[in-house]
């Protein structure tokens, strides 16, 4: 998701034409993840290695709250092996958990390798078929994932091991060495319940969170400090453990910090969205237009009766597409609908504004 990434810059001041010794320039720079690298067809992803290496625990992160790509209902192509014709099953995803499938490659991958694969384990099927080409030789389906996980100490059992400690961060070694008592842990939920409160409210209301001047001299840093301190500022509880009763590192005030909030915030209202919707019918609703940095984007709308019987339409997502082409719009539909588990079996409407962008690529008849 910067194509790729913006390194940003502090620059020191005007360099005279020799350098001065005693004050060296100290340039600062920093790496920004850009949620649209975060793919959810993995025959779309790119390598875990290949991000800024301070950036990768959060890439993981990332992937292991969507989880892995399990389009359920999807309508499998067909393969032909001699006679047979053959396809991917849904019931492969109960006996693998780690199974994931690739809608623009039409081939299986596997989830934990992907994260965790480790380079000096030996084995083609976790470092090629399974993580980067894709495996898609149906016939043998069944035979070559028991071989892709191998023996105890193979590639996708090591890899498995690093995902269950990833997931249970809390328990590891290093969280522990860090831990200093239970009063540590209930002022960080506080703290943490605090900010997520200030995110939960700018967000009803549509507020901009970040400030023109957000230092501590500012007699305005933006509505989510501000916010943030008059709340603590009216519970005793919550003063207690922010600011500057907080240690420097966790204060949860960060931009990052901001934006990671905001994102688990949308993931848990499309959740509610989607559930809402279970295994009921549903039109589709898409209005495509071009952002302020003029990226053409897809805005993408839910509508559908819900178990009181009542007619409900519900923002989906905003989807950032190459162009505006019908094909390239069915693709980011395809690949929005397996990320959050929709079959495209239970779509019974559809509706598109800007009709005069969807153009297809017209073929000239011979004379």
Excluded at 197 to 207: A, H, W
Excluded at 228 to 248: D, G, K, L
Excluded at 253 to 273: D, F, G, R
Excluded at 278 to 297: H, P
């Amino acid at each position: 998701m910067e194509r790729f990434f913006k390194p940003k810059r502090v620059r020191s001041g005007e360099s005279s034409n020799e350098p001065n010794i005693s004050e060296p320039v100290q340039n600062q720079s920093c790496v920004e993840l850009n949620l649209n690298d975060i793919v959810s067809d993995p025959g779309l992803r790119k390598s875990v290695e290949k991000f800024d290496i301070s950036l990768r625990d959060h890439v993981r992160r990332e992937y292991l709250t969507r989880g892995p790509c399990q389009p359920i209902g999807h309508m499998y192509p067909k393969t032909s092996f001699g006679k047979q014709h053959r396809s991917f099953q849904d019931s492969w995803y109960q006996k693998f958990v780690w199974l994931e499938y690739s809608i623009s490659k039409d081939a299986a991958f596997c989830f934990w390798c992907f994260l965790f694969k480790t380079q000096n384990k030996g084995g083609r099927y976790a470092e090629d078929a399974f993580t980067k080409t894709g495996f898609n030789n149906w016939k043998k389906a069944m035979e070559r994932f028991n071989e892709h996980i191998g023996a105890v100490n193979s590639c996708h059992n090591d890899a498995r091991i690093q995902f269950e400690s990833f997931q249970d961060q809390r328990h590891s070694v290093s969280n522990v060495l860090r831990s200093c008592g239970r009063e540590i842990d209930i002022a960080y939920r506080t703290r943490l319940t605090a900010a997520l409160d200030v995110t939960r409210f700018l967000l009803k209301q549509g507020l901009a969170f970040r400030g023109n001047d957000e230092s501590t001299s500012s007699s305005n840093r933006g509505n989510f400090l501000e916010l943030f301190e008059w709340y603590s500022q009216r519970n005793t509880e919550i003063f207690e453990v922010v600011n500057q009763n907080a240690p420097a590192n966790n204060q949860l005030t960060s931009p990052m910090i901001q934006k990671e909030l905001a994102h688990a915030c949308a993931s848990e209202i499309t959740s509610v969205i989607i559930n809402d919707i279970g295994d009921n019918y549903f039109s589709l609703i898409v209005d495509e237009s071009r952002d302020s940095s003029v990226k053409e984007q897809m805005g993408v709308i839910l509508r559908y009766v819900n178990k009181e019987g009542r007619v409900i339409e519900r923002f989906l997502a905003i989807v950032h597409v190459s162009d505006t082409t019908s094909l390239c719009l069915k693709d980011a539909i395809d690949s929005l609908f397996a990320q959050h588990g929709l079959s495209l079996s239970k779509l019974r409407g559809q509706g598109y504004d800007g009709a005069s962008n969807m153009r297809g690529i017209k073929i000239l008849s011979k004379p």
